[in-house]
Antibody
Framework: QVQLQESGPGLVKASQTLSLTCSVS??????????WSWVRQHPGKGLEWIGC???????DYNPSLKSRLTISVDASENHFSLKLSSVTAADTAVYYC??????????????WGQGTLVNVSS | SYELTQPPSVSVSPGQTARITCSGD??????VYWYQQKPGQAPVLVIY???ERPSGIPERFSGSSSGATVTLTISGVQPGDEADYHC??????????FGGGTKLTVL
């Protein structure tokens, strides 16, 4: 059974960098079959895809966040990470990591972490 | 930017049929995926490629498409189906996009 688990600070000060890690079990990032993704959900709102990374380190980012975003991977540790810089209150959200299967222009998110709430304080 | 439009809420009585729509200009060319999200939980895939059902998902859940609108249908709605439902597709560049979500209330 594939499992993903997010970890990181639940509180970040405005203007600083939000950092989260997703640990994967039951699958190997090195298998290369998937893009490992971050998705967030603002309180009471819909889901927003943030970006994803392949085992090779190749990334795909949401254009709206690209200038502040870095996603990295450590295949040897079977985890991947998110860094979002210069955060504001608008970045307060539940952050999920997910396994994304891509086929051409189609993406499917078949396994998700439980999510972690990150509050940005002023 | 590309948007998928869902109704904010749908309400049905137990045993009735719920229909949740998702509209977007690219939908005639892209598949739609549906996720169920219960309070405090992660989303769970319930329909993929417009109408396919993952293993373990009850047959009560079905999907259909017509032009720029895709519909998730839940037949014989049960109280346990009360949740938020999110559609997801991709824009013309392949960037994943989610709808705003629909809250299904079982009266």
């Amino acid at each position: 059974q594939v499992q993903l688990q997010e970890s990181g600070p639940g509180l970040v000060k405005a203007s600083q960098t939000l950092s989260l890690t997703c640990s994967v079990s039951g699958d190997s990032i090195s298998s290369g079959a998937h893009c490992w993704s971050w998705v967030r959900q603002h309180p009471g709102k819909g889901l927003e895809w943030i970006g994803c990374i392949y085992h090779s380190g190749s990334t795909d980012y949401n254009p709206s966040l690209k200038s502040r975003l870095t996603i990295s991977v450590d295949a040897s540790e079977n985890h991947f990470s998110l860094k979002l810089s210069s955060v504001t209150a608008a970045d307060t959200a539940v952050y999920y990591c997910a396994r994304e299967e891509r086929n051409g222009y189609n993406s499917i998110f078949d396994y998700w972490g439980q999510g972690t709430l990150v509050n940005v304080s002023s | 930017s590309y948007e998928l439009t869902q109704p904010p809420s749908v309400s049905v009585s137990p045993g009735q049929t719920a229909r949740i729509t998702c509209s977007g200009d690219e939908l005639p060319k892209q598949y739609v995926y549906w996720y169920q999200q219960k309070p405090g939980q992660a989303p769970v895939l319930v329909i993929y490629k417009d109408k396919e059902r993952p293993s373990g998902i009850p047959e009560r859940f079905s999907g259909s498409s017509s032009g720029a609108t895709v519909t998730l249908t839940i037949s014989g709605v049960q109280p346990g189906d009360e949740a938020d439902y999110h559609c997801q597709s991709s824009d013309s560049n392949g960037t994943p996009v989610f709808g705003g979500g629909t809250k299904l209330t079982v009266l």
